[in-house]
């Protein structure tokens, strides 16, 4: 089983931090030299770059707002100059809602969430996929999350733009795997990030909580780490995958407990 990604050059929206961090830093691990792509927090950014370095792989940061169509743009160009290649896309970027009813949505809040978990990641595999269909092989991922299959209360928005990124990735495995591009759905569930905290605290209704006041009921006895959701984009897009395309990782541990 081949997991080394040598040679090929990986684009990872969102890459600062949490999920796509650990996701850049595991495609490094295998080999890949990564673009990093943030929003705002480039401190954040130059440190995921500094650990990639570590490893002996070739990695920048690239300052995009990846709903923005012409930052977009600038940034797949920017990429393509110092890298000369995009084989890997991991279409990470993404924010929360509001946890507010359908009812109580503010419109601009919704136009803000669809923006970055929909369109955006239709821009950005628009630019990245005339490039990508020289390569060899090109593999696409959406990050999603299991929150569409629970469509939850309270979650429209981001229901919404995760299953729209969704459709997005089953259209693209058919459309381009003549040209040797797989697109996959890898969809974490509650995780050891930031956003995770966040979203454990409000539902707890505990300001603060330390995430892993819930491990004793989780699966497996611990929230799942965002190296455990690398490890699936990893696979997806190695050689050790070689048919699976237009398919969805859960990664959840098998649901509630």
């Known amino acids: 089983m081949n997991i080394s990604l040598e040679g090929r050059v990986a684009l990872v929206t969102g890459g600062s931090r949490g999920i796509g961090r650990a ?3 595991a495609l490094a691990e295998a080999g890949a030299d990564v673009a990093v792509n943030y929003r705002r927090d480039e401190e954040a950014a130059q440190e995921t770059v500094a650990a990639i370095e570590k490893l002996g792989r070739k990695a920048r940061a690239y300052s995009a707002s990846v709903e923005n169509f012409e930052e977009d743009q600038k940034m ?3 990429v393509l100059k110092d890298f000369g290649s995009i084989g890997i896309l991991i279409n ?3 924010i929360a809602s509001r946890g507010q009813t359908v009812a109580d949505t503010d419109p601009l809040e919704l136009e803000r969430v669809l923006k970055v978990h929909a369109m955006a990641p239709h821009f950005v595999s628009k630019l990245v996929i005339p490039h990508m269909r020289k390569e060899k092989r090109g593999d696409i991922i959406i990050i999603s999350s299991v929150a569409t299959l629970s469509h939850s209360a309270q979650g429209g928005p981001y229901n919404m733009g995760k299953a729209a990124a969704e459709a997005l990735a089953l ?3 058919k459309e381009e795997r003549k040209f040797g591009i797989r697109t996959n759905i890898v969809a974490p569930g509650l ?5 995770g905290s966040r979203l454990a605290a409000a539902r707890a209704g505990k300001k603060g909580m330390d ?3 819930l491990d004793a009921n989780m699966p497996f006895g611990h929230v799942c780490s965002p190296e455990e959701v690398a490890a699936a984009v990893v ?6 995958n070689p048919y699976a395309n237009g398919q969805k990782l859960n990664i959840d541990g098998g649901g509630p407990m």
């Open 23 to 25: 996701i850049a830093i």
């Open 76 to 78: 797949v160009a920017d």
């Open 92 to 94: 990470n970027a993404g």
């Open 171 to 173: 259209t693209l495995a």
């Open 191 to 195: 995780t050891d990030t930031d956003m």
């Open 211 to 213: 995430i892993h006041d």
């Open 235 to 240: 696979y997806l897009v190695s050689d050790a």
